[in-house]
């Protein structure tokens, strides 16, 4: 549908994208991620037509349809409904203005008006624009607003307009839709919904995002962005993490060969240099040349090196586990807006070095339960109690808790940082530049607000985190260095977020607001999820029985798409024969964590043979795997 070559941008003399091609085809749903700022809302731009100045070539079959939805949501005056329908509403008005503007004109001027008309008036009817209204109620339906489409979008949530702005793309029955995090601000039950459309939609979707889990259960290739070129993978966001290791090991081991290579080179060109400075023979002269070619043409057809796919910032929560008998007890706590009610008399205890996920749907009272622990720990009440020996750090989504005209370093210096230097050594494993200290707290990005507060965590050596969507603005490398650091990390952690594949890797426990009470469920996300809605809910979300997606989630999904199906074993010889290949499935995903871990590891400390045996017992694991999900269903 769409074929892209040799792209290539630059923005005054800095390469962002240098010799991009990539194919997309029908029907296809493909990934696109890159780390913060490597080009993907600049190819975004090219791809829909906002950026015309670079070289290279876009190539579109004919006809196709392609509507784009951003991150950010425009400005709008008037109801969801006329949101929707507005690109319509201004073609049919420049048709009427085209037509009455008909009956005086003549000639070449009549020629030009009728040729317009003609455009827009096949544009219009090619979006069926006589029935837009129509389709777009049914639109309200689907995405779940049908009782909000007289409502004023500026009066919506976050959530609704970027649904809204989903809705406002189909109405023209794209063939190819593009959606740049079109999961921000939803729900985790709103995420749900968006897996299973991007998945089941009639058409090629491209989708941006950061989030893993999405990736994992709704597209089927990944397209990497990485030093200003497009690297693709077959499979879901797991496949392509494992063959991305796979890959890097290979490459690591090229170029370490390469090098070798150069440097036996160099050596006899400097010996061939020593010789030719004392030997007047010409021949020597002549020899001396074509080493240098032969050294120069080496070092050009040399491998480069590959990016390490789990190197970002070096994470380290320094804190001890408290001896302390609770983190946090709260006992019938009841709060709320007005007459509105969101907590209604729950209690909790939290233990020293548990990992507590806190979920709902937006709106629930998540981030006013936390705002409600840190008011206790100045303002004293009997419905909240903090344990004595807890250093609380709290983490909220916008850094609330931050003076916006203090500057870096004196936020550093309160959190316990002796000096420049003392809170330079930590903030640049959060890659701030030394400039950084000097800046106002109030001109950093959502991302560097996120990794300012983890740094200053860190500096606090605080033993008890409080983390409102701490990988809200991360790219993936960066939310798993966050990750790998919380998994280390012996004090305790109470967790909101929208993130499952995080909340998968962390959480120990899953604290769900239902209807103002607090419903607890031990494990991670996907085990909340599947008993939740295991017998029928989690199967109109669930990706199938193909063994994709993340560790700790597959064997839940498939389980979970099976019985909503119907195809749970009946007879207890079947029922026996399941659970042993269940079991093995257990067995074999707990092995496959280790061996990814094990081949990051041993990449990260030189071992590249091990690091690629560990990568081809992680292939056929995986191979087992999907041939056990295949004969469990």
Not at 291 to 320: C, G, I, M, Y
Not at 495 to 519: K, M, N, P, Q
Not at 543 to 555: E, F, I, K, M, V
């Amino acid at each position: 549908m769409i074929e892209i070559t040799q792209l290539k941008k630059d923005y005054g003399g800095t390469v962002v994208l240098d010799g991009v091609s990539a194919r997309f085809g029908p029907n296809e749903k493909i990934g696109l991620i890159g780390r913060n700022g490597a080009g993907k809302t600049t190819l975004l731009r090219i791809l829909t037509g906002g950026d015309h100045d670079f070289s290279g070539k876009v190539a579109r079959s004919g006809g196709i349809r392609l509507e784009y939805v951003p991150q950010s949501f425009p400005d709008f005056e008037g109801t969801a409904l006329d949101y929707i329908v507005a690109p319509y509403r201004t073609m049919r008005n420049a048709l009427l203005e085209l037509e009455d503007s008909m009956g005086s004109a003549t000639g070449n001027e009549l020629d030009k008006i009728l040729s317009r008309y003609g455009h827009l008036r096949s544009e219009y009817d090619a979006g069926d624009g006589d029935t837009a209204e129509e389709r777009a109620e049914r639109y309200l339906e689907t995405i779940g607003l049908a009782e909000r489409g007289g409502v004023d979008v500026a009066s919506l949530s976050g959530g609704e307009k970027n649904v809204l702005a989903l809705a406002r793309a189909l109405v023209s029955h794209p063939d190819f839709l593009i959606l740049d995090e079109p999961g921000n601000h939803l729900d985790v039950w709103g995420l749900a919904w968006l897996e299973r459309f991007i998945r089941d939609y009639p058409g090629t979707v491209l989708v941006v995002s950061h989030n893993r889990y999405l990736l994992d259960r709704a597209v089927s290739r990944v397209v990497e962005l990485e030093r200003g070129k497009a690297i693709e993978f077959a499979g879901n966001y797991s496949a392509y993490r494992m063959e991305r290791l796979r890959r890097t090991v290979s490459g690591e081991m090229a170029w370490r060969a390469d090098q070798k290579k150069i440097e036996r080179l160099e050596e006899i060109v400097r010996r061939f240099e020593a010789i030719a400075r004392v030997n007047p023979d010409p021949g020597w002269g002549r020899r001396l040349r074509a080493r240098r070619t032969h050294l120069e043409k080496t070092k050009e057809n040399s491998a480069e090196r590959p990016v390490n796919p789990d190197s970002s910032f070096a994470v380290s929560f320094d804190a001890q586990r408290s001896r302390a008998d609770i983190a946090l007890k709260v006992t019938d706590f009841t709060c709320g807006f007005g007459e509105r009610v969101l907590l209604d008399g729950v209690s909790l205890l939290v233990e020293p070095g548990e990992r507590v996920a806190l979920v709902g749907a937006n709106g629930s009272g998540k981030t006013t339960f936390l705002n409600a622990v840190m008011r206790s720990l100045t303002d004293e009440s009997s419905r909240i109690r903090v344990g004595p020996s807890m250093k609380v750090a709290y983490c909220s989504q916008h850094g609330d808790g931050l003076d916006r005209d203090a500057t870096v370093l004196s936020a550093c210096i309160d959190a316990g940082s002796k000096n420049a230097d003392d809170a330079w050594k930590v903030l640049s494993r959060f890659l701030f530049a030394r400039e950084a200290l000097d800046q106002k707290i109030g001109a950093l990005s959502g991302g560097e607000l996120n990794r300012l507060q983890l740094a200053i965590a860190v500096i606090a050596h605080a033993n008890f985190l409080i983390l409102d969507e701490p990988t809200n603005h991360l790219d993936i490398s960066a939310c798993e260095a966050v990750e790998d650091a919380l998994l280390e990390f012996p004090g305790t952690v109470l967790v909101v977020s929208h993130d499952r594949y995080f909340l998968d890797r962390i959480a120990t426990r899953i604290v769900e607001i239902d209807d103002g009470d607090f419903v607890e469920y031990d494990g991670n996300f996907s085990e909340f999820w599947y008993r939740k809605y295991g017998t029928g809910g989690a199967a109109r979300f669930a990706r199938g029985t193909n063994g994709s997606g993340t560790a700790r989630d597959s064997r839940a999904r498939a389980i979970a798409q099976a019985k909503g199906n119907g195809l749970p074993p009946e007879s207890s010889g079947e029922r026996e024969k399941a659970a042993a290949i269940e079991r093995r499935i257990i067995a074999l995903e707990a092995e496959r964590e280790i061996l990814e871990r094990k081949m990051v590891d041993a990449y990260a400390s030189g071992n590249l043979a091990s690091a690629k045996s560990l990568g081809s017992r992680l292939a056929d694991n995986a191979k087992v795997i999907a041939r056990l999900y295949d004969e469990w269903v």
